[in-house]
C-alpha cells in the first residue's frame, strides 16, 4: 500500500493498521481527535468525581468513587500513550489543565468544543451533591460503554484493543452508579423527587453527547473504519436503556 488512495481503499473495506507509519494526514487527524476526546472527558470526569468522593454517604460509596477516579486516570494515560506514538505533546497533560474547572449549572454552552479542551461538553457542567452525581454516572456511564463498544471496532488496533480492555471496567462504573441510585431510594424514597430532577438536567446534556443525526464527520470517520455506526442509533440504544432504568426504579 504505496499510495494514501490505496490505504484509503483498505480502511473503507474493513483493513486495520496497527502503526502510525502507514496512516493518512487525515486518518491520523481524525484519530487524535478520538483520542484527544476520550483522555480529555476521562481526565474530567475523574476530576468532578474527586471532588465528591468525601460526599459518599458510606465507606463503600467512598470506596467506589474512588475507584471510578482511579480507573479513569488509568483509562487516560492508557489513551494519551497511543497519542504520544503520533508525536501529540502530551506534557500538556502533566499538572498544567485545569480539569476540575466548570461553567455555571444552568448555563448553555451548546455543543462547541472550548479551545485547548476536549473534553464532551457534559463534562464542563457541575456536579451537584451526591445523589446528582450518581445520577450523572447512570446516564454518561451507559452512554460511554455503548460509544467504547462502538470504538474497539476501529481500523486503528492498538486503539481498540485498548477500548475493549477498559470497556468492562467502565460498565463496572455504570452499574455501581444504579446500585447507588437504588441504594439512595431505598435509604429515603423522599429522594427521588431529587433523582427525578437529576435525570431531566443530565439526560439532554448527555444525548448531546452522541453529537447530531446528520453529520459530515461520521461520514468521513466511517469511510476510515473508525465508526460503524450512525449516531442517532447509538442515541436511540442509550435513551432506551436509561430510560428503562429508571422506570425500573419509579423515577
Known amino acids: ?6 490505504i484509503q481503499d483498505y480502511l473503507a473495506k474493513g483493513g486495520k493498521l496497527s502503526a502510525p507509519d502507514n496512516a493518512p494526514p487525515r486518518y491520523r487527524a ?7 476526546s476520550f483522555v480529555d472527558s476521562e481526565l474530567a470526569g475523574a ?11 458510606g465507606v463503600k460509596e467512598k470506596i467506589a468513587a474512588s475507584r471510578i477516579v482511579m480507573e479513569k486516570i488509568d483509562h487516560a494515560e492508557r489513551v494519551l500513550n497511543i497519542m504520544g506514538e503520533f508525536g501529540a505533546n502530551t506534557s500538556r497533560y502533566m499538572n498544567v489543565h485545569p480539569w476540575g474547572a466548570r461553567v455555571g ?17 457534559v463534562f ?22 455503548i460509544q467504547l463498544k462502538e470504538l474497539f ?14 470497556l468492562p471496567r467502565e460498565r463496572r462504573h455504570a452499574e455501581l452508579g444504579e446500585e447507588g441510585v437504588r441504594k439512595i431510594i431505598d435509604t429515603d424514597p423522599d429522594q ?13 446534556r448527555v444525548a448531546d453527547t452522541f453529537g447530531g443525526e446528520k ?16 449516531n442517532e442509533s447509538l442515541k436511540e440504544k442509550w435513551a432506551k436503556e436509561v430510560e428503562s432504568f429508571f422506570a425500573s426504579v419509579k423515577c
Open 105 to 121: 449549572r444552568e448555563e448553555n454552552i451548546g455543543a462547541e468544543r472550548r479551545d485547548g479542551d476536549m473534553r464532551l461538553n
Open 192 to 204: 427521588k423527587t431529587e433523582v427525578a430532577a437529576s435525570f431531566d438536567y443530565w439526560r439532554p
Open 47 to 57: 476530576a468532578g468525581f474527586a471532588d465528591l468522593i468525601n460526599a459518599g454517604p
Open 1 to 6: 500500500m504505496s499510495g494514501e488512495t490505496d
Open 153 to 166: 471496532y476501529c481500523s486503528y488496533q492498538p486503539l481498540g484493543e485498548v477500548f475493549h480492555d477498559i
Open 215 to 230: 453529520s459530515a464527520r461520521y461520514d468521513l470517520l466511517n469511510n476510515f473504519g473508525l465508526r460503524h455506526t450512525g
Open 30 to 36: 481524525e484519530l487524535l481527535r478520538i483520542m484527544a
Open 124 to 145: 464542563h457542567y457541575p456536579l451537584s451533591g451526591w445523589t446528582d452525581a450518581v445520577v450523572m454516572n447512570v446516564l454518561m456511564g451507559r452512554a460511554t460503554v
